[in-house]
């Protein structure tokens, strides 16, 4: 009876050990061309994209995967400019947001105005939700022609093309997987963010 038991839980810890929570495919994809040097977790988003509106303003799946991340993750959000009229111009203000760091504060402002109100036509509309968000309009203008902004609006479009990105809301982990939204648990907000938030915890260990 005892050495029943013993290669009963033998093979039990072999089970726990070897099983992975995720496939390849399904909940994630592996690129065919990892990227080195992009930041551990690095979301791609459009201030046009009414899906990453969702996804950041009404589920806030966004802060809630960043909260759960290890102590130290270095985790960055570019803006893409292939979506909509003004998609270069927002991609440069995305740039201003990130050096200045007011993403809290001008974020939710973008969103409601490119998705509900639609009162962003020109780039002096973009500079009037940063003074709405409490940025001075010498401060935004100062910096809005920066070296660092227009080195940050590279930087988004050269991490894009290389991940060969395709379509929005995006996260890719280490440069070399991407969460596959459409294979998560969709049968409630909370499990799906929770998925989504153990997914990138999962290939965050993986080499």
């Keep these: ?23 390849e495919g399904q909940q994630y994809i592996q690129l065919d061309k990892p ?11 459009s201030f046009y994209c009414p899906h990453c509106y969702q996804f950041d303003q009404v589920y806030h799946i966004s802060n809630n995967v960043k909260k759960a991340l290890p102590a130290g993750t270095k985790i960055a959000k570019y803006h893409v400019d292939f ?8 991609t440069q203000a995305w740039a201003v947001v990130i050096t200045l760091g ?4 001008v974020s939710p402002l973008l969103f409601d105005a490119l998705q509900k109100t639609k009162i962003v036509q020109t780039p002096d509309d973009i500079r009037a939700i940063f003074v ?25 479009k050269k991490a894009a093309a290389d ?12 440069g070399k997987y991407m969460v596959k939204n459409d294979g998560l648990d969709i049968s409630s907000v909370d499990a799906y963010t929770k998925q989504f938030t153990d997914v990138v915890k999962f290939l965050l260990t993986q080499k």
């Design 1 to 23: 009876m005892k050495r029943i038991w013993f290669v009963f839980m033998s093979i039990v810890l072999v089970f726990s050990v070897s099983a992975v929570p995720f496939t």
């Design 35 to 45: 990227v080195i040097g992009e930041p551990q977790v690095l979301e791609f988003f």
């Design 83 to 90: 979506l909509g009229p003004m998609g270069k111009q927002l």
């Design 102 to 105: 007011v993403e809290d504060k």
């Design 132 to 156: 709405k968000a409490g940025v001075s309009a010498e401060e935004c203008n100062s910096i809005w022609n920066s070296l660092i902004v227009k080195s940050l609006v590279v930087q988004q």
């Design 163 to 174: 991940l060969q990105l395709r379509g929005v809301p995006a996260m890719f982990v280490n």
